[in-house]
């Protein structure tokens, strides 16, 4: 089906690009974490995701790309009920992760949110101690046994790469670390819980390059236990990070693929003038 | 010692073509070897063809590619890319020439040989050690060694030319040996051209490590 996506910014060129609603070759993809068919969101009058569907690969790095606006930030929070806490959304079509639909009655939200973690753009320490921070999550699952916070704290810390730079002052404040050791203690409490899948938006764009060389590489690692999905407004870096990357724009999905192929030689007019900076 | 990721893949990427070129060299010493040893099976089996090498060809370009759109190399490691991806093309081209030779081989074998031949085995050897050493001075990041390969250029023409002096006089004097003449000229042909692309790897060496681009005699090629 063909529709009309939008307008370029600077040239008011109409652009007709067949956008299908596709999944992104079935074939292709093994183990489907997150299975969306047909979403539509609309903020109030604003309708800003149009009919989305695509699966998210299991243990492997899907980057969602596209300009300020396009709606990858909006789809990410679907994953773990965020949207929950903006009025006036409306949501349709189902999102499942790991067969559990999120969006059904029945299911419990505190529970999507354990399996579904999340890192932000600006990392937001609790005001308590390393420990604490790692903790917090099993702590208010229950659980309290020395033992088990101990052991589960000193696994998500080497997990997020940050055992070492702190191991020795696990009681000092989680707010007198660096900004990149923040956002990797950030990561640690969100491993912590065992999630399935963590969920990261933007999360370098308020670091320097250095502590987001750190946060790339272990996002190369995690992968090997979770399935991440990063929604990125840099290309590059999705470029270096992501296994699969989708491109959106103006509320839909022009184009998902694997990133090797979305980068060197993408299927659609629109990525490729998006991805070599003709404009957006 | 971080971007661990793209460290190995570009590790990787240093073997593939470090493996492509001891193939290549092995064809070349083995066509060689077929025209002095007069072993005709040899022969044949490189002239079969080469699709290990121009498999590897494709997988390295693609490896060149991939890295240059994901992991956006700069400095020395651009230039490594870049050097790959033409060192790629150097070493198929190398390649077809050991194919070329061995070609030419099976055409001289039938009949007896032509002597002496004392110049194309001494042009094999300089060739041979050329591409060696071009080699060698991309894994150990050796301008000095690629700029003694880019001198012995010199002697590997003269030796080309010689032949062709020498063979001249025979088939003026013998309009018999007319057809072994012609096919030893171009086997001294091919070698010269693999000598050509092993100054061609060297170049490429010399910009990998120093940044200076000294084809084409752009920069003194000879250090003082």
Same mark, same amino acid.
């Given at each position: 089906?063909?529709?009309e996506?939008?307008t ?13 609603a ?5 074939a292709?993809?093994?183990?489907a ?9 609309s ?12 699966d ?9 790309i596209?300009p300020?606006g ?12 965020m949207?929950d806490l ?10 499942k992760?790991k067969?559990?639909?999120?969006n059904?009655?029945?299911t ?5 949110r354990?399996?579904?973690g999340?890192?932000?753009q ?16 099993l ?5 309290n ?10 696994r ?14 696990l ?6 670390l ?5 956002q ?6 969100a ?7 963590v969920?990261?938006?933007?999360p370098c ?12 590489e ?13 929604v990125t ?10 296994d ?5 724009w103006?509320g839909r999905l ?6 090797a ?15 070599t900076?003709?404009?957006? | 010692?971080?971007?661990h ?5 570009l ?10 070129g ?6 070349v010493?083995q066509?060689?070897?077929?025209l002095?040893?007069?072993?005709l ?6 002239a079969g063809?080469?699709?290990e ?11 060149c590619?991939k ?7 700069m400095?020395t490691?651009?230039?490594l890319?870049?050097?790959a991806?033409? @060192?790629?093309?150097? #070493?198929e %081209? &190398?390649? $077809?020439? +050991?194919? !070329? /030779?061995?070609?030419? *081989? =099976? ?6 040989p032509l002597?002496?031949?004392i110049?194309i085995?001494r042009?094999?050897?300089?060739t041979?050690s050329m ?13 000095v ?5 880019l ?7 003269q030796?080309k030319?010689?032949v ?6 025979y088939m003026?004097?013998?309009p018999?040996?007319i057809e072994?003449?012609?096919s030893l000229i171009? @086997?001294?042909?091919? #070698?010269? %051209? &693999?000598a $050509?692309? +092993?100054? !061609? /790897?060297a170049?490429? *060496? =010399? ?5 200076k ?9 000879v250090t003082?």
């Amino acid at each position: 089906m063909s529709q009309e996506v939008g307008t370029v910014p600077d040239t008011g060129l109409r652009i007709k690009t067949e956008v299908k609603a596709r999944e992104a070759g079935a074939a292709e993809i093994r183990d489907a974490d997150i299975v969306i068919k047909h979403v539509n969101l609309s903020y109030g009058e604003n309708h800003v995701l149009h009919d989305i569907t695509m699966d998210i690969e299991d243990r492997r790095v899907s980057a969602l790309i596209g300009p300020s606006g396009c709606g990858k930030s909006t789809l990410l929070r679907c994953f773990n009920r965020m949207n929950d806490l903006i009025d006036d959304v409306r949501i349709s079509g189902t999102i499942k992760v790991k067969g559990l639909d999120v969006n059904a009655a029945a299911t419990d939200v505190i529970e999507v949110r354990r399996r579904v973690g999340m890192v932000f753009q600006k990392s937001n320490p609790f005001p308590k101690s390393i420990y604490e921070n790692v903790v917090y999550g099993l702590r208010i699952a229950g659980i309290n046994d020395k033992a088990t916070l101990d052991e589960a704290c000193e696994r998500s810390l080497k997990g997020a790469a940050l055992w070492d730079e702190v191991k020795d002052r696990l009681n000092e404040s989680g707010l007198g670390l660096s900004g990149g050791q923040m956002q990797r203690l950030c990561i640690a409490r969100a491993i912590a819980v065992e999630p399935e899948i963590v969920l990261m938006d933007e999360p370098c764009s308020s670091l320097d390059p250095i502590a987001t060389v750190k946060i790339e590489e272990l996002i190369y690692d995690l992968k090997a236990k979770y399935t991440i999905v990063i929604v990125t407004h840099n290309l590059q870096q999705a470029a270096r990070v992501s296994d699969r990357t989708a491109f959106f724009w103006l509320g839909r999905l022009v184009e998902y693929g694997p990133t090797a192929d979305m980068f060197t030689k993408p299927r659609e007019k629109l990525t490729e003038d998006y991805i070599t900076g003709r404009f957006g | 010692m971080e971007r661990h990721h793209f460290e190995d893949e570009l590790q990787v990427l240093k073997q593939r073509l470090l493996g492509m070129g001891a193939l290549v060299e092995d064809r070349v010493h083995q066509a060689v070897t077929a025209l002095i040893e007069r072993r005709l099976g040899l022969a044949e089996q490189i002239a079969g063809g080469d699709q290990e090498v121009n498999e590897l060809q494709i997988e390295i370009d693609d490896r060149c590619l991939k890295l240059l759109a994901l992991q956006q190399p700069m400095a020395t490691d651009l230039r490594l890319i870049t050097a790959a991806m033409k @060192i790629n093309a150097d #070493l198929e %081209r &190398i390649g $077809d020439q +050991a194919v !070329n /030779i061995a070609q030419n *081989v =099976i055409k001289i074998l039938p009949q007896p040989p032509l002597r002496p031949t004392i110049d194309i085995p001494r042009m094999a050897q300089i060739t041979q050690s050329m591409t060696r050493d071009s080699l060698d001075a991309f894994v150990k990041k050796d301008a000095v060694l690629a700029r003694k390969v880019l001198k012995r250029d010199d002697e590997v023409d003269q030796l080309k030319d010689q032949v062709f002096r020498v063979l001249l006089t025979y088939m003026m004097a013998d309009p018999g040996t007319i057809e072994r003449a012609l096919s030893l000229i171009l @086997i001294s042909r091919n #070698l010269e %051209r &693999i000598a $050509d692309h +092993a100054t !061609n /790897i060297a170049e490429d *060496v =010399i910009f990998l490590v120093e940044a200076k681009d000294v084809r084409h005699h752009h920069e003194e090629r000879v250090t003082p």
